[in-house]
């Protein structure tokens, strides 16, 4: 709001929610401002220049040193129109009322209780312009407030004519003893006497002559008289005159007598010496300027002018250099200061010049003569005769608050806050005495309950003890004996002994040490005693710690009020005046404030360091004093070298506090002394142990232990507030807020609050205060934070409120609780979502306000039993939290933020009707209404009548519930979610079963491309149950009953996978549109080999301000343009065995030896599958590519011919594989399951292997009896193949001879055939062989099929049906996998041995020879086995320790050991030592190993794998197109990307989920982060899917026309395929053939490549089809504009005849996207953005127009090219604008420039330049919509569309 005040000619300023917590001082100074609105900001007071604001005294802050500019509403005198409406006011200032021209008045949604007595005045306002909330109204009252705004004019009216001017003032006089204070006030007295004796030269002789009459005077303690100050006989102001007295002893008591609303008169004595004079006069106007927040009228008088030195011409000006010496630099100082002068109060001179200033100075102060209401002065009168009263029985005149407050009542006032405005206005006058210290003592301030009526009473109760009068106390020590001598009857009669004794004790006074004996700090001798005893000078056995507050002015009343304080925590043995030493818990500690350095110091020495304890408790608590009593003395503090200290060094280096609290936030562990020349380290925690909490370091957390959600939950003083997971539970984690480094004094207030709060939380654990369970500070990433218990039911205050608002119907549209209103606001506007409330209401009851009750006293019992007790300063209900299914909790913070309760579900508009407002009918209709939705999506009539009976029973129920009176249990009432509980809680409980099955019922439809996106529904469902965190999507749904005859059982987390990454993605995309960090779940885990160094390095790849918006799109973009460089091709690929059929590439015949190949290196396989002499791999890239023999389809290729370099397979591109695995035998034939559950096949399919209901050789083509579901595992026999899903489902199908089916049936199967009989023992893995097969549930193992040779392992060879449990295996092993080979099988435990068996005749069981082998164990030495694969009849096995044994058949050489003979035993591979393998897999005779991680592991011995990968880029290598990139380290942004991989893995998969059409869809926010890669395979699986296979091309009759003819083939091809369906431009093949007349030729695809191309070149040729255009850029001269030589959508009008041009063009460009063959048009971005339906932004327009937008800009700009308002009609380029049309509103003038529209113009200049994207970009997206996926270029940057349709 800075700006403003350079706006003085501003008349609107609407500034409506800006977030502001302060008005802004300088609205004030725009003097011609006639319309304000600041409604709905923080804002909870307005300056004021006025101490008597309302009509019943409601206070308001006083003239403040910001307010002595005499700046308010007052100077608004032309204001019309005034909105507050929806901020915090209690009250109004009192110029509000001075508005008379104001119309409007809106003040509604303010708590206000009183209104201005001046609003009288506003004579224009009427009922419909005057908005307010009567019902918070007080005065004038409600009742009068709702009749209207006549009504309250009256009764306002009335209060001002009752009320009178008020000119009184304090006066008071304070200086040094003996410099003349009384005696001037007593002149001045005299001076008010002669009052009538006009001249002031007679009132200077009158003076004298009775000057020498009167002796000295001297006062002790205050002296409180009334001084009349007259002008011509009338009464100016009427001062009450406080005389201070001088002495030093009394300086403790005069600072409770400072007050606002004064006129300071400050004396000392012209002839003192200056140097002492000038030190008194700066301690008088620092204390004035500590105790006073107001600025107040100051004057520096100075006596004794008549002095002989002062005595003529030379006098006066030595007299004027000592007044100037004296007080040199005051002025600038201290504010106030309004006259120095000097007087004589012997002669009077200057007097008269002192008397006529204060008359001026009064006259100044806008308080003076302001009409004080006649309820003031009838409560003044009452407590007058109050205090009389009691004087007179001899009783103490001092009245507790309630007491005055029944008073008050009589006289009109009529709240407490009116009563405290009252109470402190009297207290400024003198009248009273009232000190309000709750602000630093919170509700327990010992004073805020106590008003005293007679000032003078107290004054003298307190100078009768702390007196130089009388000697009764020794040593400040009074016996309570000696008492009846200085307080004497009647004033002090006996029996009020111990009650004035508790009110110096209330004002910390004194202290009792015994029960018979006072100390009195101030009365301590001066003089330090001889401690040398106790402190020696130097003490080699302990280890010395101290501090130093260095002061600007001695606080000599800083020691009175820390003595007490240090005798409640230990027992101080010696002490005196400014100091004390005394031994605790084994430290020895001296406190001494030093007037001759102005320096406080804490010394402490202990053995071994323990003093921390210590330390801490006195360095809080001189903090304390001096922020609560001492303000505004330039306290710094400072520390001294603690080396320096334990080696006795005279003067110790000292460090500023700052500067340690900068090492302390940069996580240095010591700091460098240099007081020698040698620097020395000394550590940070011997010197502040407070600020490296060292006590506390039991409570210290690591940072990466904390994962927070990135949306803040509410902000703090000095912290903001967030939820966060640790260890599995929900926290709050409070995280300091980031400050600026120059700012030292708030670098130092956050660390000091923050160390406060966790030194208080850490000390105290209590089931109801909010516990810590830990911290973080010192981190290398700068995390500063607290981690505590979270509370996840709101604060009392919201929690009541709302409840009663809700209750008596208050939340009305106008009256919402605001904090409905900013989240709103924050939104954007109304429809952008449903807001609901995260506090949870409960009903309010009797029951539940006693337990509230309870909760608190209890926390509250426990704090105040600690030692020493813990006050909690602030308990309101904004501080009281709650917890759902917990009691409450009292936080043991100091200050809290505020939680907000509101969370906003955008899409979910169906629940708005659930919001507070909406009656408990309408939200049972509505979750009728969802329920019946769910159901009738699905077409399920039934089911729709299920849940809309089932919606009812839940509305009986919850009516029921409402009848249940007072007596609910505990539970009951603190599980409720809101108003509407019992509503809620079905549709939450049954939230989940919805999910589910509308996603199954959705499914098919997205898998056949029936549909791109979710139905809104699921969308709105999914959104809710992501917002409201359901721990129910997060371990899966059980259907109830389960299904078929298998009973119910837990499902895995696979159920709701999708819903993860929905949500996952939904939060990363809110991440990134609050440029804050991505979520914690996308974090990757961390090498531990990576040096520690490194790990600082790699943690910026989760930096929002490192990782910014172009940064990531820089870096994706180098991923896109540069894909090798991207993949991580650290790992190594070797390849064994034969090649004579190319399974390797073209190469050698065989590799007896681990060989790399090119090829695969280049591919970098994640996954590899090889099979029958071929062999299939997924490259890192994410394409499937395949090699090797090709006949019977087994390659996947579009051919069956041997292939012999790596081939994509083609029906495979724009799909996320997760699983490859190919046969082992037979004819060859492979699956591959990819994103969604959908599983592959392909290659040959005798027997019906493949799944696809046919026995003939196959393209890849998705098996259908698998659509819906998710797929665990797949596997590939020689003759069957088999899966299992997710849910424990077990299919087999293919072969049925010799029982290779076991047992499901007798006959081949094509289709997958469900195996019931295996489902019951949950199968973990599964294998087959030739016709054999084997499964694990991870303790036994089952057998079945043909046996030949013992293959089964059985103990015999006959064939086997059904599965058969598997003998000789132990029971106590845990399987985690098993593979078959031909006619041999085995098991990998968990701990890493091999179980093997089968036919063993070529020692494929890894012993020597023999027919058959029963299960027996590998041997294999010490190794400890981490996966094993088996072939035809070999096997191979991965070590721990990353070896490769191998064994049996080598006849091709595929065991690796360089020759061809059989290997009986397991054997090191020794070729392959040293390369770190971690991957082996084999085919029916070759083998292949990699050092990259497989995609599963399956043995629990391998760490599970990490995602902190590393590029393959050279060093420093950073292509120079991407400079953003320059200067971060190549490994963060390794791990950027992987991140950014991760997270558009998850967004790919989530996408159906979001409404891709809306303008606020969350996916638009991370598009420059999802990588291009995975949104191209999402549009190609999309277009896949929705292509149409049917149907021939269709024939079309062209004519060829020359060059230069108007007759173009475009138009011809339009108008013949304009009326096709869209659905033929899907089509897999051409969608025409063109035949052009007078040639005979068939279309074989040469003339219809030549009519695409023909129709590009009419396209971009100007003038002749009314589509396209070139940029202006173009025709622009100079050679550095973008896009020239680009194409852009013609501006001219699109006539209802040719609008079937632009739609063929949108469906040639939709052909090209989805044909994937590019197209020769060149089209500038900003067309691609026009056609996606993307916002047209000013840089978009610029990037093919430069002139066009210069023009606008200067336009803009004239002023900076020195254009005014008189010189702009001059300007040559008016002639050729024009003036400019609205292209929305039709019916508006277009609108000519002027120089005071021109912002205007300017702004309709470029909203016609848009305007074709919506006329020419709809017609074009109309076309091509029925041919792509519409949704899904929204997703793509316009680059990335360009690409995909012209390459």
Not at 47 to 59: D, E, G, K, R, T
Not at 1398 to 1410: D, I, L, M
């Amino acid at each position: 709001m800075d700006v403003i005040s350079s706006l003085p000619k501003l008349t609107v300023l609407e500034a409506r929610g800006c977030g502001m917590r302060k008005f802004p001082r300088a609205i004030f100074r725009m003097r011609l401002l006639q319309t304000l609105d600041v409604g709905e900001n923080n804002i909870s007071s307005i300056p004021s220049q006025s101490l008597i604001p309302s009509s019943s005294s409601a206070f308001s802050p006083s003239l403040s040193a910001e307010s002595a500019d005499g700046l308010s509403f007052a100077c608004l005198s032309d204001l019309r129109v005034l909105r507050l409406d929806h901020l915090e006011l209690m009250s109004l200032p009192y110029e509000v009322g001075q508005l008379t021209k104001l119309t409007e008045l809106h003040i509604h949604g303010n708590p206000i209780v009183e209104l201005p007595i001046s609003m009288y005045q506003l004579k224009k306002l009427t009922d419909a312009t005057w908005k307010c909330d009567a019902a918070y109204l007080k005065s004038p009252p409600k009742e009068v407030a709702e009749v209207g705004i006549d009504a309250i004019r009256a009764l306002l009216e009335r209060h001002e004519i009752n009320a009178s001017p008020c000119y009184r003032m304090k006066l008071v006089v304070v200086g040094p003893e003996n410099v003349g204070k009384t005696t001037l006030l007593r002149q001045l007295r005299m001076l008010s006497d002669t009052s009538s004796v006009h001249n002031s030269r007679q009132r200077e002789k009158r003076l004298n002559s009775v000057a020498g009459e009167l002796p000295n005077l001297s006062t002790d303690g205050i002296d409180i008289k009334p001084l009349t100050v007259y002008q011509n006989k009338n009464v100016v102001v009427q001062f009450s005159a406080w005389d201070f007295a001088g002495q030093e002893v009394y300086y403790a008591t005069h600072q409770f007598f400072v007050s606002n609303r004064s006129l300071y008169i400050i004396c000392w004595d012209a002839r003192a010496d200056m140097g002492v004079s000038r030190r008194r006069l700066e301690f008088w106007l620092q204390s004035i300027s500590m105790r006073v927040k107001d600025v107040v009228p100051i004057f520096l008088v100075a006596t004794h002018r008549d002095a002989p030195e002062f005595t003529g011409e030379k006098g006066s000006e030595w007299l004027e250099r000592r007044l100037s010496t004296v007080t040199e630099g005051f002025s600038d100082r201290f504010r106030g200061i309004s006259l120095i002068t000097a007087v004589s109060c012997t002669s009077g001179v200057g007097l008269s010049l002192l008397i006529e200033e204060m008359i001026g100075a009064a006259k100044r102060q806008p308080h003076i003569g302001e009409k004080m209401p006649a309820m003031y002065e009838l409560l003044e009168k009452e407590l007058n005769q109050v205090r009389l009263e009691k004087k007179a029985r001899q009783e103490i005149p001092v009245l507790t608050l309630a007491e005055v407050y029944v008073l008050a009542r009589r006289c009109h006032v009529v709240n407490t806050r009116a009563l405290l405005a009252v109470v402190a206005f009297l207290h400024d006058l003198g009248s009273l005495l009232y000190y309000d210290d709750r602000q630093a003592y919170g509700n327990y301030a010992p004073m805020a309950d106590v008003v005293v009526l007679d000032p003078q009473w107290l004054v003298d109760m307190l100078s009768s003890v702390i007196s130089t009068t009388h000697n009764y106390c020794k040593k400040g020590i009074l016996r309570h004996s000696d008492l009846h001598h200085i307080w004497k009857a009647p004033m002090f009669p006996p029996e009020l002994h111990d009650v004035c004794l508790n009110f110096l004790r209330t004002f910390q006074i004194s202290l009792p040490i015994s029960p018979t004996e006072e100390l009195f700090p101030c009365m301590l001798p001066a003089a330090r005693p001889n401690i040398s005893l106790l402190w020696p000078q130097h003490d080699a056995t302990r280890d010395e710690v101290a501090r130093y507050w260095n002061f600007n002015i001695v606080p000599y009343h800083l020691f009175f009020y820390l003595l007490p304080r240090l005798m409640n925590i230990a027992t101080v043995d010696v002490y005196w005046r400014n100091g004390a030493v005394f031994e605790h818990e084994q430290a020895l500690t001296k406190v001494e404030l030093s007037p001759l350095l102005k320096r406080l110091t804490v010394c402490i020495r202990s053995e071994a360091g323990q003093h921390s304890n210590l330390f801490i408790t006195i360095s809080d608590m001189i903090s304390q004093l001096l922020s609560n009593w001492c303000t505004g003395i330039g306290a710094k503090v400072c520390i001294p070298c603690s080396h320096c200290l334990n080696n006795h060094a005279y003067e110790p280096y000292v460090f500023t506090y700052e500067d340690l609290v900068d090492a302390v936030l940069q996580d240095e562990s010591t700091v460098q002394c240099w007081r020698r020349a040698k620097c020395v380290n000394v550590a940070l925690s011997s010197m502040v142990p407070d600020l490296m909490l060292r006590v506390q370091q039991k409570h210290r957390l690591p940072a990466h232990a904390i994962k927070v959600f990135p949306r803040k939950v509410a902000e703090g003083a000095y912290g903001d507030l967030y939820k966060g997971v640790m260890e599995g539970g929900v926290v709050a984690v409070k995280i300091l807020k980031e400050c600026d480094m120059k700012q030292q004094q708030e670098r130092v207030a956050l660390l000091e609050e923050f160390r406060r709060e966790v030194s208080l939380m850490t000390s105290v654990t209590h089931r109801n205060l909010v516990n810590l369970k830990g911290f973080c500070q010192g981190n290398r990433d700068g995390v500063v934070a607290m981690v505590m218990e979270f509370m996840d039911g709101g604060d009392l205050y919201n929690f009541i409120h709302q409840n009663n608002a809700e209750q008596h119907g208050k939340c009305s549209s106008d009256e919402q609780p605001r904090e409905l209103h900013a989240a709103r606001e924050e939104t954007g506007e109304e429809a952008e979502g449903a807001v609901l409330s995260r506090t949870h209401h409960l009903p309010y009851s009797l029951t539940l306000a006693l337990k509230l009750c309870y909760d608190v006293a209890c926390g509250m019992e426990f704090l105040h039993s600690t030692e020493p007790p813990i006050i909690h300063r602030d308990l309101k209900p904004p501080n009281v939290l709650l917890k759902r299914r917990a009691e409450l909790k009292v936080p043991k913070e100091w200050e809290n933020g505020e939680e907000s309760p509101l969370i906003s579900l955008e899409e979910l508009k169906t629940l708005q009707s659930s919001s507070l407002e909406k009656k408990e009918g309408n939200l049972m209709e509505m979750v009728r209404k969802v329920r019946a939705l769910s159901a009738a999506n699905k077409n399920d009539a039934r089911e729709a009548a299920a849940a809309a009976r089932e919606a009812d029973a839940a509305a009986a129920a919850a009516a029921s519930a409402a009848e249940v009176e007072e007596g609910v249990s505990r539970n009951t009432v603190l599980t409720g979610v809101c108003e509407h509980m019992q509503v809620l809680r079905a549709l939450v409980q049954r939230l989940p079963r919805m999910l589910h099955e509308q996603y199954c019922a959705e499914r098919g439809a997205l898998r056949d491309g029936t549909r791109v996106l979710n139905s809104p529904l699921m969308q709105s469902l999914s959104r809710l149950a992501v917002e409201l965190e359901l721990p129910q999507c997060e371990v899966g749904y059980v259907p109830e009953g389960g299904e078929g005859d298998a009973p119910a059982k837990k499902k895995d987390k696979a159920q709701f996978e999708w819903l993860a990454s929905y949500a996952l993605t939904l939060r990363a995309a809110e991440a990134v549109a609050a440029r804050e960090e991505l979520p914690p779940a996308l974090a990757l885990s961390e090498d531990e080999e990576v040096p520690s160094v490194e790990k600082d390095t790699l943690r910026l790849y989760r930096d929002p301000a490192t990782f910014t918006p172009r940064v990531d799109a820089e870096l994706t973009k180098w991923a896109g343009r540069h894909p090798r460089e991207f993949v991580a091709a650290t790992s190594e690929v070797r390849v064994m065995g034969p090649n004579m059929n190319s399974q390797f590439c073209d190469g050698p015949d065989r590799f007896h030896e681990p060989t790399e190949v090119e090829a695969f290196l280049t591919a970098d396989p994640v996954i590899m599958a090889p099979g029958a002499d071929c062999t299939h791999v997924l490259s890192s890239s994410g394409t499937v590519f395949a090699v090797g023999k090709g006949d019977y389809g087994r390659l996947g290729l579009e051919h069956s011919s041997q292939q012999k370099s790596l081939a994509p397979v083609e029906r495979l591109e724009g799909l996320t594989v997760r699983q490859l695995v190919a046969s082992r035998g037979g004819y060859g034939h492979a699956m591959a399951v990819v994103e969604g559950g959908e599983v592959y096949s392909w290659g040959d399919g005798d027997f019906g292997k493949l799944g696809q209901g046919t026995t003939g050789e196959q393209k890849p083509a998705p098996i259908a009896t698998f659509t819906g579901m998710e797929m665990r595992l797949v596997v590939c026999g020689h003759t069957t193949s088999g899966a299992i899903t997710s849910d424990g489902k077990v299919y087999l199908w293919g072969q049925a001879d010799d029982g290779s089916l076991g047992g499901i049936s007798t006959s081949n199967q094509n289709s997958p055939m469900r195996w019931n009989a295996m489902e019951a023992h949950d199968i973990k893995h599964m294998a087959l062989g030739y016709k054999t097969g084997v499964c694990t549930d991870g303790s036994s193992i089952w057998v079945w099929g043909l046996n030949n040779g013992g293959a089964l392992g059985l103990g015999h060879t006959s064939n086997t049906d059904a599965p058969t449990l598997l003998p000789d295996v132990p029971s106590d092993a845990e399987f985690v996998k098993v593979c078959a080979g031909r006619a041999m099988q085995c098991a990998l435990t968990a701990a890493g041995d091999v179980w093997i068996w089968g036919e063993n005749t070529q020692s494929q069981c890894g012993v020597p020879a023999c027919s058959s082998v029963s299960p027996q164990v590998l041997e294999v030495g010490e190794h400890k086995v981490v996966d094993v694969v088996l072939g035809s009849s070999f096997g191979l096995a991965l070590t721990l320790e990353h070896k490769v044994l191998a064994w049996g058949c080598n006849d091709y050489g595929q065991l690796g050991l360089g020759h061809t003979s059989e290997v009986s035993t397991p054997t090191l591979v020794e070729k392959l030592d040293g390369c770190a393998v971690q991957y082996i897999e084999c085919g029916e005779h070759h083998v292949m190993v990699s050092t990259k991680r497989p995609p599963v592991t399956y043995s629990p011995l391998v760490k599970a794998q990490t995602s902190a990968q590393t590029l393959p880029m050279p060093e420093q290598h950073r292509p120079d197109e991407f400079p953003s990139l320059a200067d971060i380290p190549l490994s963060a942004l390794s791990r950027r990307f992987m991140l950014l991989r991760h997270l558009s893995t998850h967004a790919a998969a989530a996408m159906p989920l979001f409404d891709l059409e809306s303008p606020r869809n969350p996916m638009v926010a991370i598009k420059h982060v999802f990588l291009s890669k995975f949104k191209t395979a999402a549009l190609r699986r999309v277009l896949a899917k929705s292509s149409w296979t049917s149907g021939e091309p269709l024939n079309v009759t062209a004519r060829r026309y020359p060059a230069g003819s108007k007759k173009t083939l475009y138009k011809q091809l339009a108008q013949a395929l304009h009326s096709v369906p869209a659905e033929a431009f899907r089509s897999t093949r051409r969608v025409w053939k063109v035949l052009f007349m007078g040639e005979g030729s068939d279309d074989a695809g040469g003339p219809y490549n030549e009519s695409i191309s023909q129709m590009c070149d009419e396209l971009m040729t100007p003038g002749l089809l009314p589509i396209l255009q070139p940029s202006p850029n173009t025709s622009s001269k100079r050679p550095d504009v973008p896009n020239k030589g680009l194409f852009v959508l013609a501006n001219a009008a699109v006539e209802d005849e040719h609008s079937y041009l632009f739609r063929f063009f949108g469906r040639l460009l939709g052909l090209a996207i989805r044909s994937n063959h590019s197209i020769a048009l060149e089209i500038a971005p900003i067309v691609w953005k026009q056609l996606a339906g993307m916002p047209i932004t000013f840089k978009d327009i610029r990037s093919v127009d430069e002139d066009f937008a210069q023009t606008v800009n200067y336009i803009r700009d004239l002023e900076k090219h020195g254009v005014t308002a008189e010189t702009f009609s001059e300007c040559d380029f008016l002639e050729d604008l024009q003036p400019v049309s609205d292209p929305d509103d039709a019916s508006a003038e277009p609108l000519a420039l002027t120089f005071e529209n021109r912002t205007e113009w300017r702004a309709l200049c470029i909203k016609q330049r848009r305007a074709p994207s919506k006329r020419q970009g709809g017609g074009v997206r109309e076309g091509g919509g029925g041919v792509g996926a519409p949704p899904l270029p929204r997703l793509f940057t316009p680059g990335e569309i360009g690409h995909a349709a012209w390459g």
